[in-house]
């Protein structure tokens, strides 16, 4: 079993795009006897293969998996970030406290995947370290993560800071700061 895994991953390098997405339901398909391997591939050359291998990882949701996807967020391609936040915030709640560790990174690409990560799991845990990135990240995409999580997780704590980020810098963060806000007030 373990050729026709490393056959399928190979695969996830296919120009084809529909040739990947079917190879990563296969995998999938396949699961837990597939993690180790998949595990491994994050470290591949192709882009691709971290990717895609990123993603089947989140939807398989074994926890092994989380500190590799951990590293995974420096990579240095975008889709293979994006990807492996997706697959982080699958994981649930065994991957919060890692990421709000990846709060504090010097790469604020790392710190913004991760708020957006911890945005998608809701944890209550997060709300603190978040409203700090929100209030004190130079990054407008790290604050503009953190906006959305907080409104995201549905928080109280994160109104007082929310209202204060109404008037951010980025217009990005003031949107997505009163659009949360809009939403609170709607449902009361």
Known sequence: MADNINVLIESLADEDELVRIQTAESLEGIGEPAVEALIEALKNDDKNIRRYSAKVLGDIGDERA????????????KWV???????????????TNPL??????????????????????GSK??????????????????????????GNIGDKRAMEPLKKATEDESSYVRNISKKFLEKWDESK
């Open 66 to 77: 989380i500190e590799p996807l951990i590293v995974n967020l420096k990579d240095s391609n």
């Open 81 to 95: 970030r994006r990807e492996t936040s997706g697959a982080l915030s699958k994981m649930g709640e065994p991957a």
């Open 100 to 121: 709000i560790h990846l709060l504090d990174d010097p790469d604020w690409k790392v710190r913004g995947a991760a708020a957006w990560a911890l945005g998608r799991i």
């Open 125 to 150: 845990s997060a709300v603190e370290p978040l409203i700090k990135s929100l209030l004190e990240d130079e990054n407008g995409f790290v604050r503009s993560g953190a906006a959305n999580a907080l």
